[in-house]
């Protein structure tokens, strides 16, 4: 209740502030225009920052429930990929996407899952410059795989111990090259281990990344057809 309430008070007047200034980067003179798109933008980024922190706060507080609905790791990933095709195509970046014939079940939070998936896909675009950003999905054994694949700007062996860690970026100071608050891949990480997973990353400064997602592979119970994830009871599930 109170992670509902501190949301319902920072976004309800960031609402507004940003709601006006896009009306006022339309409506008012050109010379005012660049005022009202400053504080549009600053207005976005900082209801993001307030995003992260309360989603963060949430769920190092209230940690969701074990169990969940068995999700198809395929569609998930296809649905949030091509939300990004059209932003990499305006990078000039090529993205591609392969799935395996068969679905890959994972147990888990769908929005949960979500945000990884969207985690990943947006650093790639964001850090990539040129060249091509793959994704994929495997079942290997007992786990379902997720890869993101950049060619971009790679990260600093120095800076991957703390990678997972909140509040940290490896450009800092005022003079950083992108903006950020650090809390995306903590709270991305932080869904995985809760989906029973682990995720693992292999950089290059210069040469790129490649983010590696591991959960459990699920089945469906004896008798049940896989028609609706919805369907699925958390406690009829089981990991393979």
């Known amino acids: 209740i109170l992670m509902d309430n501190m949301s319902h008070e920072f976004r309800t007047p960031l609402t507004s502030i940003i709601g006006y200034a896009e009306i006022l980067e339309v409506e ?24 992260a922190l309360i989603e963060y706060a949430r769920i190092e507080s209230e940690p969701p429930e074990e169990g969940g609905l068995l999700l198809a790791l395929n569609r998930e990933t296809e649905r949030v990929t091509e939300h990004y095709r059209a932003q990499a195509a305006q990078r000039g970046l090529r993205l591609a996407l392969h799935l395996p014939t068969t679905p890959a079940w994972v147990l888990g ?28 999905v495997e079942a290997e054994g007992p786990d379902a795989v997720l890869r993101v694949r950049d060619t971009g700007l790679g990260i600093g062996q120095a800076f991957l111990p703390r990678l997972f860690e909140p509040f940290q970026q490896e450009s800092t100071g005022i003079s950083r090259a992108y903006e950020g608050n ?27 990344c490649t983010f590696t997602v591991r959960w459990p592979r699920a089945s469906w119970p004896k008798g049940m057809t896989p028609i609706d994830t919805a369907a699925a009871q958390p406690s009829r599930l089981r990991t393979n």
């Not at 660049?34 to 933008?41: D, G, N, R, T, V």
């Not at 949960?112 to 994929?136: H, R, Y």
């Not at 709270?187 to 995985?192: D, P, W």
């Open 28 to 51: 008012t003179d050109a010379h005012l225009r660049e005022f009202a798109a400053f504080i549009l933008k600053g207005g976005r980024r900082l209801l993001r920052t307030l995003t």
């Open 182 to 208: 650090g809390l995306s891949l903590a709270i991305a990480h932080r869904y995985v281990q809760l989906m029973h997973g682990k995720i693992t990353v292999e950089s290059s400064p210069g040469v790129g």
């Open 109 to 136: 939070d769908s929005g949960a899952l979500q945000f990884v998936l969207a985690t990943l896909l947006d650093n790639a675009v964001k850090f990539t410059e040129a060249g091509a950003i793959e994704v994929s």
